[in-house]
């Protein structure tokens, strides 16, 4: 799952990870977010770091709470390198981060099915 309040970044990141064996959904908002999630849990979460309508910590520890929400992998993506907010994730659950721009090399260090070339 993309979540990111851009449009074009969430195309951009379905387009670098779909495949024949990969389903990518999406979502725009930390409600919309939890309320996917509470009906399936995606394996791997990428959260960008600016959603508005919610605290990025509050919904890594909603997401957490949900049935599977252990074992899902969820990143934070941030434009640009901020300890705190790192650290605040990672305290709430977050695996690790992603930094944007992202493109296919540093989406396939996270999700190591994705395909380099292509």
């Given amino acids: 799952m993309v979540v990111d309040g851009s449009p074009v970044v969430r195309k951009v990141a379905r387009r670098l990870i779909a495949s024949d064996t990969t389903v990518v959904t999406t979502a725009d908002s930390g409600f919309q977010t939890v309320a996917a999630c ?35 992998k969820i990143y934070l993506c941030l434009p640009e390198i901020d300890v705190t907010k790192i650290m605040r994730a990672k305290r709430a659950g977050a695996a690790g981060y992603l930094l944007k721009p992202f493109n296919r090399t540093s989406i396939a260090e996270i999700l190591p099915q994705v395909p380099l070339a292509g």
């Fill in 38 to 72: 509470s009906v399936e849990m995606p394996d791997v979460i990428i959260l960008d770091s600016a959603i508005s309508d919610m605290p990025t910590p509050d919904i890594i520890t909603q997401l957490r709470a949900l049935p599977g929400g252990a074992n899902s």
